[in-house]
């Protein structure tokens, strides 16, 4: 939790939404491919507003957040899995 906290921290524009960062891992709108091995978890936070979550998983009870930030348009990026 610690790490989270540093990003959040590092980003003046995510230094309100913390809980949502989490909120995005566990119940993004969807998840794309990211470079070397990550992925990007992306939840929809209005109509031109995006949080972009870009982790690595170690396993699939593990893993660790890379950084975070904000998109005022829909993230490309090849997507691997989305919320029906």
């Keep these: 939790m610690k790490d989270g906290i540093i990003i959040i921290e590092n980003h003046d524009d995510l230094a309100s939404y ?33 949080l972009v979550v870009v982790y690595r998983e170690i396993s699939k009870t593990d893993g660790f957040v890379i950084t975070a930030y904000f998109l005022n348009k829909r993230p490309k990026g090849k997507i691997i899995w989305q919320q029906s």
């Design 18 to 50: 913390f809980f949502e960062v989490l909120e995005t891992i566990e119940k993004p709108t969807f998840i794309s491919m990211g470079n070397k091995w990550t992925l990007k978890a992306v939840m929809n936070k209005g109509k031109d507003k995006w």
